[in-house]
């Protein structure tokens, strides 16, 4: 039951036009949720208590994800979003940062998602339990914003706080939450209920800042993830109730059509902002291959799977079981009762909600605000091949949330102890919640985990085949991750990844032929898949095809423009083929974005010598040996940059020093010719006969030995 608070008279509110702002059934009678400070106090207990629900709530969620400082990245987006991706792991530099707003990497323009991941690698490297704790915090501050918006739009606080700890608990937010790469939900929702802060007290008296601030946050919001770009239709609601900006819905008065078409022109700048994100995201998901054709997800299929995921949706609300990471697209696998009885559910509600909506506004409110959040994600426009995702209800199901917060009191109304009833069965349900979440959360340990519960709990899930097979793949496990990259080829054949990811394991036991065919096959299916035509071309090289592999290279650098592996691979072929400038030109692109930084500047060494530019790279190897004075490699170009430099005394101690620690025919064959060069001809042969004695196979180092001996016998 809701603690009502004292009689306040008109005056100590600001009541404009003799009008309580909010006074809507449903209610409480102050306009913003607040009570006024009392004389001489700092804050009153109404305040005393929001602040202790907000702070037993950050302890419940603490509580709940507490593991997963100790979690991993998983083999599902992290991988795309946070460890492979180069410009993410570098961290925050202005370069990166104008890329975030400038790609559509991962299929979506969401630049602040981005910079975010970027903080995280600048501040904390590739520490992914610091990674997730980052985003529980968030998801803290989330549920907080929730539980202080709610309250100072109805007044009604324990109701407030109910809902904000369902949001806080369920299950179904644990994805959104435990998965790196959905930093994405847990942004936007921030920001988005930021907007919606902001937005009340420009509803209630017209302040031009708290408009500003809305808009502003509603653009970060889509800024992180366009999810949100239904943000408009749901201030529509909120002016319905609880602000009580629109009397009621009904357009059969003049009078209040003209309200609201007034609050409809009130949300173009939101209504444009919308327009922007949602034509962006539709360009960048149909740039990466993302949306699918009619041909593979027919209309009629598409109409069908939203109407059962609707219900889907709020039955996992209520009974949240059964959760996992990828649920696979039904396609043509629903059944007419299915399909029929999601859609009478569908229609009865929103009959009652609308034939109730002056009664019972919360109803209609939280169920329309349901149905007008999940627009974006329902499969109407299908991204991917999954049917329903638990990452897509974070901020939908608020709206049942509200109908259950509402509606239960007044269900229970007239019974006996129906006090003790809503704090009994408030508690209880919240408690089970929680163990479930807690349960849930324990399932995204680790990447095995996570997908043998997917295919333990689908059929013919071949994502989850996948990325399992990905994850045997990464613990040393190539048969078993060969057996499930075949059982997803085998459930959908034109996965392009799979092939690519089996020619992989394929390639790593030997099997070399068949590795060429998957990725020929990926190619067929996904011409520009930069890791295939990358892999593909390490196949021809070792064939000697260095033209086509070449143009595979090419292909990849132009699909993938910051893969130093790509561009590292080229370069060493264009080495290989005399093309020692346009070498040095994709290693000096490498470099700004490897994490192997020695490989790279060796590779960049060997360009610069191959082009005569002794000192350059004499200048590189040095600094490389100021990092690492014992690195072999890098001692032994810097010797071969001196001999090209007309300094052979420096060479000499170069590879003396290299022979120290250690000796190696190569390097007695790089003395004696460094040695020769000095004139210390006696001394060379001695190096040379040993290279020669340790290598005795070794054509080369005999024809040195011999072209010096010659030259003795000459001088003599």
């Not at 990828?326 to 929103?350: C, D, K, N, T």
């Not at 650098?557 to 691979?569: G, I, L, Q, Y």
């Given at each position: 039951m809701e603690r009502m608070p004292h009689p306040i008279t008109k005056g100590s509110i600001g009541v404009r036009n003799n009008q309580h702002l909010g006074a809507t059934p449903g209610t409480a009678s102050w306009p913003d949720g607040r009570r006024p400070l009392d004389a001489g106090t700092a804050m009153d207990p109404h305040r005393r208590l929001s602040v202790l629900l907000a702070l037993l709530l950050a302890v419940a969620v603490l509580l709940v994800y507490r593991p997963v400082k100790n979690?991993?990245?998983?083999?599902?987006?992290?991988?795309?979003?946070?460890?492979?991706?180069?410009?993410?792991?570098?961290?925050?530099?202005?370069?990166?940062?104008?890329?975030?707003?400038?790609?559509?990497?991962?299929?979506?323009?969401?630049?602040?998602?981005?910079?975010?991941?970027?903080?995280?690698?600048?501040?904390?490297?590739?520490?992914?339990?610091?990674?997730?704790?980052?985003?529980?915090?968030?998801?803290?501050?989330?549920?907080?914003?929730?539980?202080?918006?709610?309250?100072?739009?109805?007044?009604?606080?324990?109701?407030?706080?109910?809902?904000?700890?369902?949001?806080?608990?369920?299950?179904?937010?644990?994805?959104?939450?435990?998965?790196?790469?959905?930093?994405?939900d847990v942004l936007s929702a921030c920001f988005g209920f930021l907007a919606v802060y902001f937005y009340i007290p420009y509803a209630r008296e017209k302040r031009p800042g708290p408009y500003v601030l809305s808009l502003a946050c509603f653009a970060l919001s889509i800024m992180a993830k366009p999810m949100m770009v239904t943000l408009p239709f749901l201030l529509l609601l909120f002016d319905f109730w609880p602000l009580g900006r629109v009397p009621d819905i009904s357009l059969r008065s003049g009078k209040n059509v003209r309200k609201l078409a007034a609050l409809v022109?009130?949300?173009?700048?939101?209504?444009?902002?919308?327009?922007?994100?949602?034509?962006?995201?539709?360009?960048?998901?149909?740039?990466?291959?993302?949306?699918?054709?009619?041909?593979?997800?027919?209309?009629?299929?598409?109409?069908?799977?939203?109407?059962?995921?609707?219900?889907?949706?709020?039955?996992?609300?209520?009974?949240?079981?059964?959760?996992?990471?990828?649920?696979?697209?039904?396609?043509?696998?629903?059944?007419?009762?299915?399909?029929?009885?999601?859609?009478?559910?569908?229609?009865?509600?929103?009959?009652?909600?609308?034939?109730?909506?002056?009664?019972?506004?919360?109803?209609?409110?939280?169920?329309?605000?349901?149905?007008?959040?999940?627009?974006?994600?329902?499969?109407?426009?299908?991204?991917?091949?999954?049917?329903?995702?638990?990452?897509?209800?974070?901020?939908p199901i608020i709206g049942l949330f509200l109908i259950a917060a509402w509606g239960l009191p007044e269900l229970l109304a007239g019974r006996r102890r129906r006090r003790m009833m809503l704090w009994c069965g408030g508690i209880l349900a919240l408690a089970i919640l929680g163990v479930l979440s807690a349960r849930q959360v324990g399932h995204w340990r680790n990447s095995a985990v996570l997908f043998e519960r997917a295919l333990a709990l689908t059929e013919d899930n071949a994502r989850a085949h996948s990325c399992l097979g990905l994850?045997?793949?990464?613990?040393?496990?190539?048969?078993?991750?060969?057996?499930?990259?075949?059982?997803?080829?085998?459930?959908?054949?034109?996965?392009?990844?799979?092939?690519?990811?089996?020619?992989?394991?394929?390639?790593?036991?030997?099997?070399?032929?068949?590795?060429?065919?998957?990725?020929?096959?990926?190619?067929?299916?996904?011409?520009?898949?930069?890791?295939?035509?990358?892999?593909?071309?390490?196949?021809?090289?070792?064939?000697?095809?260095?033209?086509?592999?070449?143009?595979?290279?090419?292909?990849?650098?132009?699909?993938?423009?910051?893969?130093?592996?790509?561009?590292?691979?080229?370069?060493?072929?264009?080495?290989?083929?005399?093309?020692?400038?346009?070498?040095?030109?994709?290693?000096?692109?490498?470099?700004?974005?490897?994490?192997?930084?020695?490989?790279?500047?060796?590779?960049?060494?060997?360009?610069?010598?191959?082009?005569?530019?002794?000192?350059?790279?004499?200048?590189?190897?040095?600094?490389?040996?100021?990092?690492d004075p014992e690195d072999l490699d890098a001692l032994g170009l810097l010797g071969e940059g001196m001999v090209k430099a007309n300094n052979p005394s420096g060479a000499v101690a170069v590879f003396e020093r290299q022979l120290t620690l250690r000796d190696s025919p190569n390097v007695r064959n790089n003395l004696g010719i460094a040695l020769a060069s000095a004139g210390r001809l006696h001394e060379a042969v001695r190096q040379l006969s040993e290279a020669v004695r340790l290598a005795p196979q070794n054509d080369v180092f005999r024809n040195n030995l011999e072209t010096i001996q010659q030259a003795m016998r000459k001088t003599e």
């Open positions: 979690f991993g990245f998983v083999d599902f987006d992290d991988r795309g979003y946070v460890t492979n991706n180069v410009r993410v792991t570098n961290g925050l530099t202005w370069e990166n940062i104008y890329w975030a707003f400038t790609t559509f990497h991962g299929a979506n323009w969401h630049p602040l998602t981005w910079i975010s991941h970027m903080a995280d690698c600048q501040f904390f490297g590739l520490n992914a339990g610091a990674h997730h704790q980052t985003s529980v915090m968030i998801h803290i501050v989330n549920t907080v914003l929730l539980l202080l918006l709610l309250t100072r739009m109805t007044g009604a606080l324990w109701k407030s706080a109910f809902v904000a700890a369902l949001f806080a608990l369920h299950p179904l937010h644990v994805e959104s939450v435990a998965m790196i790469s959905e930093r994405k022109v009130e949300k173009i700048p939101f209504l444009c902002l919308s327009a922007l994100s949602s034509i962006l995201t539709v360009f960048a998901q149909g740039q990466a291959g993302a949306v699918k054709t009619l041909e593979a997800f027919p209309l009629d299929v598409r109409v069908f799977n939203a109407i059962v995921a609707y219900v889907w949706y709020a039955i996992k609300t209520v009974w949240p079981r059964h959760l996992v990471v990828y649920y696979p697209h039904p396609r043509f696998g629903l059944g007419p009762v299915e399909l029929f009885g999601s859609l009478m559910i569908l229609a009865g509600i929103s009959y009652l909600a609308v034939r109730y909506a002056k009664q019972r506004p919360y109803l209609f409110v939280g169920w329309f605000g349901y149905l007008g959040m999940l627009v974006p994600v329902i499969g109407l426009v299908q991204v991917g091949s999954q049917g329903v995702a638990d990452r897509y209800s974070y901020v994850a045997h793949f990464r613990d040393g496990r190539i048969e078993d991750a060969i057996f499930h990259y075949r059982e997803s080829i085998r459930i959908d054949p034109d996965y392009d990844a799979v092939h690519t990811n089996l020619a992989s394991a394929l390639y790593s036991v030997g099997d070399v032929g068949r590795a060429r065919y998957h990725l020929e096959r990926a190619l067929r299916l996904y011409p520009q898949n930069p890791v295939a035509n990358t892999n593909l071309s390490i196949i021809l090289l070792a064939d000697g095809d260095f033209e086509a592999a070449i143009a595979r290279l090419r292909i990849a650098v132009e699909n993938a423009p910051d893969s130093p592996k790509s561009r590292e691979v080229l370069a060493q072929a264009l080495l290989d083929t005399g093309r020692a400038k346009e070498a040095e030109s994709h290693l000096r692109h490498a470099l700004r974005y490897t994490s192997t930084q020695r490989e790279t500047r060796l590779m960049l060494a060997r360009s610069l010598l191959a082009q005569n530019r002794s000192t350059d790279a004499i200048g590189l190897l040095s600094l490389m040996l100021r990092e």
